[in-house]
């Protein structure tokens, strides 16, 4: 089975403050990606690699920086966190091989920026 | 337009009934399509994957209509358990991995 990790569940922080939120797979995969996902408006995808030291911003990279430095690990920063920035945050990896799309999520980091 | 829409629902439904949703998505390109299920407050989990016309697993059928360019998934003999939100997703097209998804589904299945 795929397993995806994430470094907390929940997280509390002040406005302002510098957030790192971690990601760590186990299944060898090129890709990595962090979403955030609010009622009504879904998963919006924030970043994505597709090898190590390799991003590309997704389509809300605003506020947000991520990387990378081994294959299994995708780090995600809030540079300087804001109350907008109050969300569910889901990391997910996928394998470039065979044209296989799937992705798999990890259990989330539940965000709340006061 | 967005780009991969769904009927937000909810979809109350009793049990042992079929239910049935649809998902549209707008870029032609796109070849690989996923239902993913999302119980409340937890992550999405892969359904199931379509690559070509369809897919059955269990109670589960999920059908491609590239014509119209929407997928759809049938359950059959709903359980209580079935209640979740339904995501589906499909890729951007091209060489890219990025998948696109819908807002989900709220289906809820009634004793």
């Known amino acids: 089975d795929v397993k995806v990790t994430q470094s907390s569940r929940y997280l509390v922080k002040r406005t302002g403050e510098k957030v790192f939120l971690e990601c760590v797979q186990d299944m060898d995969h090129e890709n990595m990606f962090w979403y955030r996902q609010d009622p009504g408006l879904g998963l919006r995808l924030i970043y994505f690699s597709y090898d190590v030291k390799m991003k590309e911003k997704g389509d809300i990279p605003e506020g947000y920086s991520v990387s990378r430095e081994k294959k299994e690990r995708f780090s995600l920063i809030l540079e300087s966190a804001s109350t907008n920035q109050t969300s569910m945050y889901l990391c997910a990896s996928s394998t470039t091989g065979g044209g296989s799309y799937e992705q798999y999520f990890g259990p989330g980091t539940r965000l709340t920026v006061t | ?111």
């Not at chain 2, 998902?23 to 070509?52: G, H, I």
């Open chain 2, 1 to 111: 337009r967005k780009e991969v829409e769904q009927d937000p629902g909810p979809f109350n439904v009793p049990e042992g009934a079929t239910v049935a949703f649809n998902c549209t998505y707008s870029n032609s390109a796109s070849q690989s399509f996923f239902w993913y299920r999302q119980d409340c407050r937890k992550e999405p989990k892969l359904l199931m994957s379509v690559y070509s016309s369809g897919n059955e697993d269990g109670r589960f059928t999920a059908q491609l209509n590239r014509a119209s360019q929407y997928i759809s998934l049938l359950i059959r003999d709903s359980k209580l358990s079935d209640s979740a939100t339904y995501l589906c997703a499909a890729n951007y097209g091209g060489a890219t991995n990025k998948l696109i998804f819908g807002t989900g589904t709220l289906l809820a299945v009634q004793p």
